[in-house]
């Protein structure tokens, strides 16, 4: 089997290999107990790409200290093939012009931003690095493309919803979905369900306070009442609602996400009892630009279109990648 190369500067671990590891020995103990599902059974290694994937970065239309423009500039800089733009509260309907887009007003006052603040590419322009790029939209996607002939395709209504909620963010693509309730997860993940689109959970140790912990066996100890029940919380609403993939297990530094994925592996455990997976992703979460790639998830498809993308989340086709995996004591 041939698999093509992946150029990266800085590519220290794949997160995928790590749980299968950690899957094979579950099996190995209980082989007669446990199925494992293996969402590359049909990829055709020898025809397939590789798309570098943001699916969780944001500006200043929200609570970002960067601009529209200078994300997709250094998503340039650092090889992404697809971006999805997620901010706060804030659906994404362009990259080009702010004209009839539906920004969630509330929203971008409660950050005091106002359509001014807005850094639009337009229909064509130069970035500060002096690469010159249009916008493009083929067959309803759009794509920036640059005059070197690489493109970066936007992945349509990227959103992190629940924008006043404490940490309790849920975000979502490929749908015109939006919820801002406080702490709320089943709403937005339902509505999202309904919409016709996908969703995952964001950085649930900020929810769990898992992030705080000093040790791994304290994490998500699920002998510990507090740990079962957000453990069954979060479990239940991926095994109910399809459209909800799983988690986010590296979001910007690793130092408030390590423990993801321990929980990602009692997850994987428990939706093996029944022949279930639970897929996980990797982003920047990226406010700045200094924490753009330091995660990143791979889509394995065979074209660059938004229809690829969401078959190959929703199969469970891609892989989540990290350049700042922290050693878990």
């Not at 309730?181 to 898992?210: F, M, Q, R």
């Not at 066996?217 to 609602?241: C, S």
């Not at 130092?255 to 897929?279: C, F, H, N, P």
């Not at 279109?305 to 078959?311: E, G």
Request: overall charge negative; charged content about 25%.
């Amino acid at each position: 089997m041939k698999v093509k190369r992946i150029a990266v500067k800085v590519l220290s671990v794949i997160l995928a290999l790590t749980m299968l590891v950690s899957g094979v020995s579950v099996m190995a103990a209980s082989a007669d107990k446990f199925t494992i599902k293996n969402p590359y059974a049909n990829i055709d290694w020898d025809n397939i790409n590789q798309y570098k994937t943001a699916l969780h970065t944001h500006t200043n239309a929200s609570d970002g200290d960067i601009t529209l423009r200078q994300s997709l500039e250094r998503h340039y800089e650092t090889g992404f093939d697809i971006v999805a733009t997620t901010d706060h509260g804030t659906v994404n309907y362009s990259w080009s012009d702010f004209e009839g887009q539906k920004f969630i007003g509330k929203a971008l006052k409660l950050f005091g931003r106002t359509d001014f603040a807005l850094d639009y590419l337009g229909n064509e322009g130069e970035f500060a690095n002096g690469t010159a790029y249009k916008m493009e939209t083929r067959k309803g996607d759009d794509y920036l493309v640059m005059d070197d002939g690489r493109e970066m395709l936007r992945i349509p209504y990227g959103i992190e919803n629940n924008a006043v909620s404490i940490n309790a963010h849920v975000n979502s693509w490929f749908a015109d979905f939006h919820n801002n309730l406080p702490s709320d997860y089943a709403t937005a993940i339902e509505g999202v369900e309904k919409a016709g689109g996908l969703s995952v959970i964001n950085h649930p140790g900020e929810y769990t306070n898992a992030r705080y912990e000093l040790f791994q066996e304290d994490a998500y100890n699920l002998n510990n009442p507090a740990y079962r029940y957000y453990f069954n919380k979060f479990y239940g609403f991926i095994d109910q609602y399809d459209s909800c993939l799983g988690i986010d297990i590296n979001s910007k530094g690793d130092d408030r996400t390590r423990y993801e994925r321990k929980l990602w592996d009692l997850m994987l455990t428990k939706a093996a009892e029944s022949g279930k997976t639970v897929y996980a992703i990797a982003s920047s979460d990226a406010h700045q630009l200094d924490k753009i790639d330091t995660g990143c998830t791979y889509i394995l498809a065979k074209e660059k279109t938004s229809a690829a993308a969401k078959a190959a989340l929703k199969n469970g086709e891609f892989f989540a990648a990290s350049t700042c995996i922290c050693k878990i004591i």
